[in-house]
C-alpha cells in the first residue's frame, strides 16, 4: 500500500456493503486503485474488472487480491477508464473516482464538476453506456441535489438510493446507487 491507497482507499466494511448490492454480477471497478472494493466484490460477484490508469496502483491491487485470496476472479488492466469505456460491458459499474485528496473534507458542498479526472455527470454519462447499474462512492459533503440530478440522465430516468456510510460512529461518505431495476 502506498501513501495515496492509505487515505483514499474505501474502509473495508463500506466496501463489503457495496459488494453484497453486487452479488453474482460483472462488475468493471473504473478506479481501482490499491483494490479495496475489487477485493470486496471479487468475493461475491462473478468476476471484476479492475481499472485504474496508474501501474503501480495495479500492481499493488494484484498483490492485495493474491493476499486475500480473489485474484483468479479479477482481470486486472492498466489505462484510462474513459478511453477504454467504449470497449466495456458488464452488469455494475462501480465509480470511486479521486475526490480531489484530503482537501476535499475543507469543501463545504462538494459539486459534482470537483470528480477527477472528468466531472461527475461526465463519467456517469460513460458508464451509463457500460451496464444499466452504477454506483457512486462519493465524499460526505456531496451534493445530494447534483447526485440526484443523474439519475434522470438516463431515458428511463434509473432509480437512485442514497446510503450515508459511517466508520466508527463517524460519516465517512455516501454512496449512491443507480438502477433500472434493483441492484
Known amino acids: ?14 466496501a463489503i456493503r ?10 468493471i471497478d473504473c478506479f481501482s486503485g490499491v483494490g479495496g472494493n ?3 466484490f471479487a468475493k461475491l460477484c462473478s ?4 481499472i485504474d ?16 485470496g480473489v485474484a483468479i476472479r479479477v482481470d486486472f488492466v492498466v489505462g484510462d477508464f474513459v478511453h477504454l469505456a467504449p470497449s466495456l460491458k458488464g452488469d455494475v459499474v462501480f465509480l470511486s473516482p479521486p475526490w ?13 464538476d470537483m470528480l477527477q479526472p472528468r466531472d461527475g455527470y461526465t463519467l456517469f454519462k460513460i458508464a451509463l453506456s457500460i451496464a444499466p447499474n452504477i454506483i457512486m462512492f462519493l465524499p460526505r459533503n456531496v451534493d445530494v441535489a447534483q447526485v440526484e440530478e443523474l439519475a434522470w440522465l438516463s431515458s428511463p430516468p434509473l432509480t437512485l438510493e442514497i446510503e450515508e456510510n459511517f466508520v466508527g460512529g463517524r460519516m465517512k461518505a455516501i ?7 434493483a441492484v
Open 38 to 40: 475489487t477485493i470486496q
Open 100 to 112: 480531489g485528496g484530503p482537501m476535499y473534507k475543507d469543501v463545504e458542498s462538494y459539486k459534482m
Open 53 to 68: 490508469i496508474d501501474p503501480v496502483k495495479v500492481e499493488l491491487a494484484m498483490n492485495n487480491a493474491m493476499v486475500y
Open 175 to 181: 454512496t449512491a446507487y443507480f438502477s433500472c431495476n
Open 1 to 14: 500500500m502506498d501513501e495515496e491507497g492509505w487515505y483514499s482507499v474505501t474502509p473495508e466494511e463500506i
Open 47 to 50: 468476476s471484476v474488472v479492475a
Open 18 to 27: 457495496q459488494a453484497e448490492r453486487c452479488r453474482g454480477q460483472l462488475v
